[in-house]
C-alpha cells in the first residue's frame, strides 16, 4: 500500500522555528542557513514562552503547518528543557521534530533531552565548518524524512 507523500510547495514549505535567546548565536543559525544556500523559512523565537504562544497560535501571526524546530537550552523565563516538557504535553504539538543546540556538555541536559525525545543533540561550539555541516545535515534529514501532519493532535508522550 503506498502512501501519498506531498511534493513541497509554497503552502507546505518546511519551515524553522529558531528558539534562540542570543543575538550572536541566532545570526550565526542564520549565516550557515545562508551559506547552506537554505531558503526555508525562519521564525525567530526569544524563549520557550514566546515559541508555544507562536506554535499554539496565540499571536497575530499563524503558525506554520511544516516545521523544525531548533532550540535553545539556556534561556531565560523558560529554557530549552522547560519548553520540550509543555511541547510533548501539547497534543497539538506533541509530534514536533527538534533539533536541541547548547553548549553544554553535561551528561544530565543530554539525557533530558533524549528524554523528551528530540531527534538530535548539537553542541555549538563546534562553530565555522561544524555548525555548517550541522546546519547540512539538517537540511538533509528534512528531504529524505516523512513529518507527522502538526494540524492532527497526537497523543500525549508524557514523561
Do not use: C
Amino acid at each position: 500500500m503506498n502512501a501519498h507523500v506531498p511534493t513541497p510547495t509554497a503552502q507546505n514549505v518546511l519551515n524553522i522555528i529558531l528558539i534562540e535567546d542570543d543575538d550572536g548565536d541566532a545570526k550565526a543559525v542564520l549565516r550557515a542557513l545562508s551559506q547552506s544556500r537554505i531558503a526555508n523559512p525562519v521564525h525567530r523565537m526569544r524563549d520557550g514562552i514566546e515559541a508555544l504562544a507562536f506554535l499554539r497560535g496565540e499571536g497575530a501571526t499563524r503558525p506554520p503547518e511544516h516545521y523544525v524546530v531548533l532550540l535553545d537550552i539556556n534561556m531565560p523565563r523558560m529554557n530549552g528543557h522547560e519548553f520540550m516538557a509543555e511541547l510533548r504535553n501539547d497534543p497539538r504539538l506533541n509530534r514536533a521534530v527538534v533539533f536541541m543546540l547548547s553548549t553544554s556538555r553535561d551528561e544530565t541536559d543530554i539525557a533530558r533531552a533524549y528524554d523528551k525525545n528530540v531527534a538530535g543533540y548539537v553542541l555549538k561550539g563546534n562553530a565555522g565548518m561544524d555548525f555548517l555541516r550541522l546546519i547540512n545535515g539538517v537540511e538533509h534529514f528534512w528531504r529524505i524524512v516523512v513529518l507527522p501532519d502538526m494540524t492532527q493532535p497526537g497523543q500525549p508522550r508524557g514523561g
